[in-house]
């Protein structure tokens, strides 16, 4: 497989696990939408594009941790 088919294969998954994660975010799902940006931010690190998914991964991160705290 070529390189640039691997990064358009990469890019692809990336942007699956973006889509699935942001559903999860929408619907109150934070446990799930965290294991996708993990996911997606280790796909994107591969194609230059984890950043973001790992800003997010930490955002879910946090309103997990202040709703255990919450209760």
């Known amino acids: 497989m070529s390189i640039l088919l691997q990064r358009v294969e990469c890019m692809k998954e990336y942007s699956r696990l973006v889509g699935?994660?942001?559903e999860r975010e929408a619907r109150g799902e934070w446990r799930q939408a965290a294991a996708l940006w993990e996911r997606a931010a280790e796909a994107g690190r591969q194609v230059?594009?984890?950043?973001?998914?790992i800003a997010r991964l930490a955002v879910c991160r946090r309103i997990i941790d202040n709703q255990e705290n919450d209760d």
């Open 20 to 22: 699935l994660a942001e």
């Open 48 to 53: 230059n594009h984890g950043d973001k998914a």
